[in-house]
């Protein structure tokens, strides 16, 4: 596609010309990294969900895993009404992402299989608004994990910093020393991602699954404890580096891949 030829295209030459100011010494690509794009949909009533979960799994789950995505839906925890539903697009690029954006537009098997779902009437809306936050893996987990299948809680984090200089001082403190904590304690991760499009910038958001609260309270009460943390937490490089914690319980709905 034309937006993939061009970034492959300005890649080379990016490396053409860091080869020759270092001694002709090859260029070594940066490794790819995922993705993300995490919709929030709103909706005024129930109703709504099930007309959603068909446009998904009819039209936009079967383009996005042609392309190498995966799908993640999640409705919240806490059974609210009217309720919220979180999908993940968990695409292996910005260049997919791109692709998938165009091919919205123009794939005619998409767009038939979405026929339905684009001529309902306005007096019959599927959701009130969604909102839309974009993200590029961290470097430390540049791959999305896939959950076990008795996965039955997830947990969604916005670290919100004060300043972009905080917002790396943190993204650092995971990179380096905190997701091999996570690891060892049982806290899962799924995805951590830097925010680069939506509300709350700067921000990284992150998500954890594990299988019911009972886990997930006790896994993070040994993340407390640990001497780890207590060492990690009070380094003067990581000091002020997050402003507000934001935390979203959720639940994988039955069309959710991930």
């Known amino acids: 596609m034309e ?15 860091f080869a020759a ?7 070594v690509p940066p490794p790819e990294k995922d993705f993300y794009e995490l919709k929030v949909y709103q909706f005024a009533g129930g109703g709504g969900v099930n ?21 993640g839906a999640f409705g919240e925890y806490s ?23 165009q091919a919205m537009k123009t794939d005619r098997t998409y767009l038939d299989a979405a026929k339905s779902y684009f001529d309902l009437p306005a007096s019959q809306p599927v959701f009130e608004r969604y909102e839309t936050f974009l993200m590029e893996a961290f ?5 999305f994990k896939s959950p076990d299948n008795n996965r039955g809680l997830f947990e969604l984090r916005i670290y919100e910093s ?9 993204v650092k403190m995971f990179d380096v020393e905190e997701l091999p904590l996570f690891e060892k304690v049982g806290l ?16 990284l958001v992150y998500m954890l699954w594990f299988k019911d609260m009972d886990e997930r ?11 780890e943390w207590k060492t990690m937490r009070v380094k003067e490089e990581y000091a002020d580096t997050v402003s507000k914690v934001r935390k979203i319980f959720l639940t994988p709905m039955d069309f959710s891949q991930i």
């Open 188 to 203: 899962h991760p799924v995805f951590f991602g830097e925010l680069v499009a939506g509300r709350m910038m700067p921000a």
């Open 3 to 17: 937006r993939r030829s061009f970034l492959k295209k300005s890649a080379a030459v990016a490396g053409t010309a």
């Open 217 to 227: 309270t006790a896994n993070w009460a040994k993340f407390s404890a640990s001497d």
């Open 162 to 170: 004060y300043n972009e200089d905080a917002f790396r001082r943190k």
């Open 79 to 101: 059974m609210e009404d009217p309720p919220k539903v979180y999908i993940l697009h968990a695409h292996k690029s910005r260049a997919d992402y791109w692709d998938a954006v």
């Open 51 to 71: 007309q959603l979960k068909k446009y998904y799994t009819e039209a936009v789950i079967p383009l996005l895993n042609k392309q190498g995505a995966k799908v």
């Open 21 to 27: 100011g270092n001694l002709g010494a090859s260029p």
């Open 139 to 143: 470097q430390s987990i540049s791959r």
